[in-house]
């Protein structure tokens, strides 16, 4: 087990308080074995401090509710290892470009709903009538596993808070948005054409806009290959142009 004193300086502000002002709050709590940033933060506002917010669901790295800046860096704070912190000092924030609610806490589904709509996700079928007698078209197994691996995204907001072109720029699509978009292109059962896709996104606010820094991939905690996909989005959309 381990003794050591970890030291959590952490981001605190209530916008909707008249007197609240924004400043860092520090606190001390010993290190326990295998410890998480989630883990401490609970244990921060059981013993410590009552009224700080922060949020989580499922605590195992599927629902994303925990994303916040740790060190610097948007990651999961419910996957976070405090001993990979060898200072033993560890600062969390907010992550940017979300609205923030109150201390670590951020709307991430105002801003998922808006992207959900704004790149109209789900499968357009040109109106093609369904009967429910039949069995589904069949999709490729191989096309199918490449649209379930898009589909792992669980919208933590860590890639748009990494994304330098999404902190300029307000209405940037970011890379969840621009993933969303890769997903229904290479289903097959969505019929939309590359023209219709470059109406959606063939600007600086889509995909043109990325700079390519490509620390999206570098924070998703699940890995997605979101450098392959929007490099091969931008192909098809300059091909639009």
Known sequence: MSNRILTFKIF??????????????????EELDSMTIF???NQIRAELDQSLSFD?????????SCGMMINGRPRLACRTLT???????????PLPA????????????????????RVESWIHNNHKEIDLTKFEERVEPSV?????????????????ASCGTK??????????????????YIDPQDDRSDEDWFEL?????????????LACQDVCPKELPLQTKIAYLRRKMVQCK
Request: proline content about 3%.
């Open 12 to 29: 605190k502000y209530n916008p909707q308080s008249a007197v609240s002002k924004p400043h860092f709050a520090e606190y001390k709590i």
């Open 39 to 41: 883990i401490a933060l």
């Open 56 to 64: 989580f669901v499922c605590r195992a790295g599927i629902c994303g």
């Open 83 to 93: 001993k990979e912190f060898e200072s033993g000092i560890i600062t969390l924030m």
């Open 98 to 117: 979300f609205k923030l609610i109150k201390d670590l806490s951020v709307d991430t589904g105002t801003w998922f709903e808006g992207m959900t709509k």
């Open 144 to 160: 199918a596993e490449e649209v379930f691996e898009l589909d792992r995204c669980i919208e933590c907001g860590c890639c748009v």
């Open 167 to 184: 902190v300029m720029r307000e209405d940037f699509i970011a890379p969840a948005g621009l993933n969303r978009v890769a997903r229904f």
């Open 201 to 213: 996104i063939g600007d600086d606010n889509g995909i043109f806009g990325c700079m390519s820094l």
